[in-house]
C-alpha cells in the first residue's frame, strides 16, 4: 500500500491573496510556521521552517512554484509521530517525501486549497510518520482559513 494523502479546504479569499498567505515568509509565520519560515517559495530555492512542537530549523526545497496555482516541496521524512510520542522519539529516515498544495480560484472570490503528500517508505514508522502530517497539515489548512478570512492565529499558545 502506497502511503499518501490529500486533504483540502475552501478559504473565503481571492487565490491570490491565499497563496501569497503561504508563499510570503512572513505571512505564513503568522499562522504556520510557529518558530518563524525564512525565505520566499520560489522554484529552485530552499527555506526553512520552525515549529514550536517540533523545534529545529527545517529546510524544506521547492521544487516548483506557479504563481496562484501550484507550490511543490520537498523536506525530509521522518519515522514516527511527534504528535503521539513526541519530538525526541522521531528519527530522520534518510529519504524525502513531497508535498504538493494547489490553488483552485472558485466563484465568489473563494478558494480551494488541496494539499498532498507522498513517498514515505512503507514501514510502521512511515505510516505513523504519515499520519502525523496529515494531521499537521489538516492544522494547517484550518489556521491558514483563520488568518486569511478573520486575521486569527489558531496556532498561538497551542504548541508551547
Given amino acids: ?3 499518501k494523502f ?3 479546504g475552501r478559504i473565503s479569499k481571492p487565490v491570490e491573496e491565499v497563496f501569497e498567505a503561504v508563499a510570503d515568509p512572513k505571512k505564513l509565520s503568522g499562522y504556520f510556521t510557529t518558530g518563524g519560515a525564512k525565505g520566499r517559495l520560489e522554484t529552485g530555492t530552499t527555506v526553512t521552517w520552525d515549529f514550536h512542537d517540533f523545534p529545529g530549523a527545517f529546510p524544506v526545497e521547492v521544487v516548483e512554484v506557479e504563481k496562484n496555482s501550484k507550490i511543490v516541496l520537498r523536506w525530509d521524512a ?3 509521530n511527534a504528535a503521539e510520542q513526541g519530538p525526541e ?3 530522520p529516515a534518510h529519504y524525502k517525501t ?3 498544495m ?3 480560484p472558485l466563484e465568489g472570490d473563494r478558494t480551494l486549497v488541496t494539499i498532498a503528500e507522498e513517498g514515505w517508505r512503507e514501514t510502521p514508522g512511515g505510516l ?3 499520519y502525523g502530517n496529515c494531521q499537521g497539515w489538516s492544522q494547517m489548512l484550518c489556521a491558514l482559513k483563520a488568518y486569511v478570512e478573520y486575521g486569527i492565529n489558531l496556532r498561538e499558545g497551542m504548541y508551547k
Avoid: C, D, R
Fill in 1 to 3: 500500500m502506497e502511503l
Fill in 6 to 8: 490529500k486533504v483540502s
Fill in 78 to 80: 521522518t519515522e514516527g
Fill in 102 to 104: 494547489t490553488f483552485e
Fill in 98 to 100: 513531497t508535498v504538493t
Fill in 89 to 91: 522519539n522521531v528519527t
Fill in 128 to 130: 505513523s510518520a504519515s
